[in-house]
């Protein structure tokens, strides 16, 4: 069973970046397509940064284009987020699809392995 574990969550100030890993333990991850995905209080979850099978498709959410940049190697898929906002507050998942997915996608319904989440707090 492929579990994955996120980390890199922080307090952060606004305008400040972050930095978030999602670690898949035994399982390489660089044929798969990979997502981040986040949920506020009070919001649903929504995909913010998603990459396709091949390395050659990226999704962006509108808020976050050109300030967040998803990448991954073969164990590790990463977050790197700046200029952040205090609407960026919340906790963030990653998330794994299938070798399929070559076209990028924010579906969360294409996703079978989830990770706990890690808790980013963007506030002065």
């Known amino acids: 069973q492929l579990q994955l574990v996120e980390s890199g969550g922080s307090l952060v100030q606004p305008g400040g970046s972050v930095r978030l890993s999602c670690a898949a333990s035994g399982f390489r991850l660089d044929a798969y397509a990979v997502a981040w995905f986040r949920q506020a209080p009070g919001k649903e979850r929504e995909g913010v940064s998603c990459l396709g099978s091949t390395g050659s498709s990226t999704q962006y959410a509108d808020s976050v284009k050109g300030r967040f940049t998803i990448s991954r190697d073969n164990e590790k898929v990463y977050l790197e987020m700046n200029r952040l906002k205090p609407e960026d507050t919340a906790v963030y998942f990653c998330?794994?699809?299938?070798?399929?997915?070559?076209?990028?996608?924010?579906?969360?319904?294409?996703?079978?392995?989830w990770g706990q989440g890690t808790q980013v707090t963007v506030s002065s």
């Open positions: 998330a794994v699809g299938s070798i399929y997915i070559v076209q990028a996608t924010c579906d969360p319904r294409e996703y079978a392995y």
